[in-house]
């Protein structure tokens, strides 16, 4: 029997977002110098950043999903990878520290994830609970509540967030916040058309294209605090 994701726009956006590369690594560099060595990432999907975390050449490399398709995906992709291990995750979860205590993480990565999440504050505290003392959460979510529009509602968003919203919910969740940073600044006006002009339901791929290739330039933005951006991303620390 052909298993299916439970998901059809998010797994549809997914390969989608194959397109775009450059985009992709791109995020994987403002999230890199904050990754240790025994990393989690939370709902990995089919690989996309799984594949660039690998590139740092971590020591574990622990990949989650909610969605059994997902997660037999993620084990077809890297089979024979010794250093990766694939777990079911649906947060928030009671029971995670328990189930992954024994990986002795130093950092969880929750790329566009919590933001799917009724209660965020709980799917956070769940993360905290999976690291060790003074590891690290990687939390990047979609910002800006004035963009939530026709994309947002395709993909299942409970919310967009503001820098104190966000701050707000990682501090409830035990974590103290190191950094809080906005992140591709070009890609709120491309939302802001799609999402909330246009109100179309998936990425136009061919806009997507033409953006990835723009990314070598954009890059720029890397350099100076951005006062707004498509995305905000959080490093919150366990304990002072």
Not at 108 to 123: F, G, K, S, T, Y
Not at 172 to 188: C, D, M, P, S, W
């Amino acid at each position: 029997m052909t298993v299916h994701p439970a998901d059809s726009a998010g797994a549809e956006t997914l390969e989608i977002m194959q397109a775009a590369p450059r985009y992709n690594r791109w995020q994987y560099r403002r999230v890199a110098p904050y990754l240790g060595r025994r990393i989690c990432e939370v709902g990995s999907g089919i690989g996309n950043m799984s594949t660039l975390l690998l590139d740092g050449a971590p020591e574990l490399l622990v990949l989650t999903d909610t969605d059994s398709y997902y997660c037999e995906t993620l084990r077809d992709r890297f089979t024979g990878r010794p250093n990766v291990v694939v777990e079911t995750l649906t947060l928030p979860d009671p029971t995670a520290r328990a189930r992954f205590q024994e990986f002795d993480l130093d950092t969880v990565v929750a790329l566009n994830v919590v933001e799917h999440i009724p209660d965020d504050i709980e799917a956070i505290r769940s993360i905290a609970t999976m690291l060790r003392p003074h590891g690290r959460a990687v939390v990047l979510v979609p910002a800006l509540p004035a963009l939530f529009g026709s994309l947002d509602q395709a993909l299942g968003h409970h919310r967009r967030y503001t820098r104190e919203s966000l701050s707000r919910s990682m501090c409830k969740a035990g974590l103290r916040v190191e950094q809080i940073f906005y992140f591709n600044l070009v890609g709120t006006f491309g939302w802001w058309l799609n999402a909330r002009v246009r109100k179309v339901p998936r990425i136009p791929v061919r806009q997507l294209r033409y953006f990835d290739k723009l990314v070598p330039i954009l890059r720029t933005e890397d350099f100076v605090p951005l006062p707004f951006g498509q995305s905000l991303i959080a490093i919150g620390v366990v304990g002072g």
